[in-house]
């Protein structure tokens, strides 16, 4: 940590409300009573600690990482202004984090459920569907009121994209995790997979690039949550070069996945459906990108607002954390910047100060 007061204040204008205001820190904690001897550490323009929702600390593209290489990771994504991670599935053990003030909070998903031999070596719990309740009540007890599924890979019989679980396993599975009190999400690049989780009852989908019209309706009325990672979605035209030579369809399904990418994604947003940020950091991609994707969701034409507060006020009450509006008594968790980002989302990029856990740590 770069330092700690025995009291702060912050002073600036408030989002989303835009209201400008003395914002104190006493006790890891928000009030707007003045404290004596507060140490004035930013004026600008503030805002909640930023929300990756779909963010992997603790795995790499080769599966988990020493702590030593967890912990770079935390402190990139904190430096760029995530001060709260849902782990959307990690092979590592990464509880420690909580016991340090400098690092992100995060909400964990335990480790990903894929069918056998159909997920990237060396991330999930590999298993076939008689098994899958059994597991997702584990990893629900090992999470944070969450399970990762993948709903679709490769399929090396039909060389495409295919649903890895049967709607019997899906609705056993969800019900137990629901039994557990945690919620379930699902990895799902395609449209087949998708009609078995709804019936199932899924709480959200990660990507989503596999959206219909009647889907994105049914998604709206059962209120399922869209995390689309729209900076990871950059990379199929990779995923199809890569694939190509063993599986021309798939390779050609991504291609087209992506072609049509920004189009489903705005369907989704223009019929109302929650879409929250999340980076997919922890494979391919690198920690740290969350100022990015809120970048990347405003190019979907998605307004500034929706998009900022998809990583910040709306993604807090929708992962069940206080502090998206600092209110009086919130965790003192917040980014300062020097100009208005809902001006320009680009300000994202370079946070003036970053308060966590009620310390100065950047």
């Known amino acids: 940590m ?39 550490v930013a004026e600008g323009w503030i805002v909640c600690g930023l929300v990756d929702a779909h963010c992997h600390v603790g795995l790499d593209a080769d599966g988990a990482v020493s702590d030593e290489e967890s ?25 420690w984090i909580d016991d340090r003030d400098e690092l992100p909070r995060i909400i964990r998903a335990g480790r990903h459920l894929a069918r056998t031999k159909r997920y990237i070596r060396n991330y999930a719990h590999e298993i076939e569907p008689d098994e899958l309740p059994a597991y997702v009540a584990q990893e629900a007890q090992r999470g944070d009121g969450w399970v990762k599924l993948v709903g679709d890979w490769i399929d090396r019989d039909v060389a495409d994209l295919a649903p890895c679980w049967p709607l019997d ?4 599975a969800i019900d137990t995790a629901h039994a557990h009190g945690a919620r379930v999400t699902a990895h ?3 449209e087949e997979s998708l009609p078995d989780l709804f019936e199932a009852g899924i709480d959200c989908i990660e990507h989503g690039t596999g959206l219909t019209d009647s889907l994105i309706g049914q998604m709206v009325a059962q209120g399922i949550a869209l995390v689309p990672t729209v900076r990871q979605l950059e990379n199929f035209p990779d995923y ?13 399904r991504m291609r087209e996945l992506f072609d049509r990418r920004h189009e489903t994604l705005r369907a ?43 990583a910040s006020w709306r993604a807090r009450p929708w992962l069940g954390r206080a502090g998206g509006n600092l209110d009086e008594g919130d965790p003192a968790d917040l980014v300062v910047y020097d100009a208005n980002p809902l001006d ?8 003036k100060r970053i308060v966590l856990r009620g310390h100065v740590v950047a």
Do not use: M, N, W
């Open 268 to 310: 989704a947003y223009d019929a109302g459906v929650a879409i929250y940020a999340g980076t997919d950091a922890g494979g391919v991609l690198p920690h740290g990108l969350i100022a990015e994707e809120v970048q990347h969701l405003a190019g979907l034409g998605i307004s500034s607002q929706d998009a900022l507060g998809a």
């Open 2 to 40: 770069t330092g700690a007061a025995t009291a702060l204040k912050v002073s600036g204008v408030i989002l989303p409300s835009g209201e400008r205001r003395d914002l104190y820190v006493a006790d890891g904690h928000i009030t707007y009573e003045p404290v004596a001897q507060a140490e004035l």
């Open 188 to 190: 799902c690049f395609g």
């Open 169 to 172: 396993a899906l609705r056993a």
């Open 240 to 252: 199809a070069a890569a694939g190509e030579a063993r599986f021309p369809a798939y390779a050609a």
């Open 344 to 351: 320009d989302l680009g300000v994202l990029d370079h946070p």
């Open 71 to 95: 912990e770079q990771q935390a402190l990139l994504d904190r430096d760029a202004g995530t001060l709260l991670i849902r782990d959307a599935g990690s092979a590592a053990d990464t509880r």
